[in-house]
């Protein structure tokens, strides 16, 4: 398992960008306070705009393929389209010097999804964006020293996740999500399954959901990944975390989130999995409550970047 605390030189001139997030928040602080987390044998290019981020002792650069081996420089792209928001505009060139093979990695900072839907884009965050730019489904997962977490369903309100929970979709995103951990980070996992009822449904009586369509997924999944059974919600991360190469499958957003936050909300870092190009991004918001306030953590973003550079092949 690759550790983010750590640094992990890589051969050749790997470039990960990183954008600025909300300008509102604490994105661009908690940018400037990671400057330095990467190795030398990668380079770190911020992307965003210098009227919201002093590139004090950056080099500013017109083309990002001029960025040098192992340094850090800054792309002054702009703020983007009048009445836009700028924190997508950097995002959406992000992607798009990935795309054009330019950067290996993306490091995201927070964004205002609000604000993003209130500009007019279709989109609830980074992920939406991701899916309609490389026309694929990318998997919210969840990585830390302690624990692992994967999302069956993340940006969608709580009443339709019952819908969704159906045993072919089950194994299909749980081979996915094999796929591409084995893939991204070179090792086997055993995957533990949250209940998604009290007790795990308490045999029926407390719903019906984990009889007829979590246990029969799980048992298919038997014969095609390591599988380390079902566990109550209350159980399952207690139990996640003394066991190595563990993954909890969490069925909705904050059922894996406030666990993993309470418990990883410095050293926890976002991985996009199911993309043509690394990405991660800490597990914080924009935070504007103290934003401009020089107080921000830059612990999840500093762990971004390393885990980052550390999942490049």
Excluded at 134 to 153: E, I
Excluded at 277 to 299: C, L, W
Aim: charged letters at 20%.
């Amino acid at each position: 398992m690759p550790n983010p605390n750590a640094k992990n030189p890589q051969p050749g001139n790997k470039v990960i960008v990183v954008t600025l997030g909300d300008p509102q928040g604490i994105g661009p602080e908690v940018v400037a306070k990671s400057l330095d987390a990467h190795s030398p044998a990668a380079a770190l290019l911020v992307v965003g705009s210098r009227r919201h981020f002093p590139a004090s002792g950056l080099r500013l650069l017109d083309d990002a393929g001029a960025i040098g081996a192992g340094e850090t420089a800054f792309l002054d792209v702009g703020d983007g389209p009048a009445g836009g928001d700028p924190s997508f505009h950097w995002v959406r060139s992000a992607v798009e010097l990935a795309l054009q093979g330019k950067a290996q990695a993306l490091v995201t900072g927070p964004v205002d999804k609000d604000r993003w839907l209130t500009a007019g884009l279709p989109y609830r965050g980074h992920t939406d964006f991701f899916a309609a730019a490389v026309a694929a489904a990318p998997l919210m997962f969840f990585w830390s020293p302690g624990m692992r977490v994967a999302l069956f369903t993340h940006h969608i309100p709580l009443r339709e996740v019952f819908a969704r929970l159906e045993r072919g979709a089950i194994t299909a995103f749980v081979c996915r999500l094999d796929d591409e951990l084995r893939r991204q980070f070179g090792q086997e996992f055993v995957y533990l399954f949250s209940g998604l009822n009290p007790h795990a449904g308490e045999k029926g009586r407390l719903g019906s959901e984990e009889i007829e369509r979590i246990l029969p997924a799980i048992a298919e999944l038997g014969g095609k990944v390591r599988v380390a059974g079902l566990y109550p919600p209350d159980v399952v991360f207690v139990k996640a975390r003394s066991l190595k190469g563990a993954v909890v499958v969490a069925w909705s957003h904050d059922q894996g989130l406030i666990p993993f936050k309470l418990l990883h909300g410095t050293d926890g870092v976002q991985v996009t999995l199911g993309l043509p190009f690394v990405r991660t991004s800490p597990v914080h918001g924009t935070a504007r409550d103290i934003a401009g306030q020089g107080v921000a953590d830059p612990s999840s973003m500093r762990a971004a970047i390393r885990l980052a550079e550390s999942l490049l092949s």
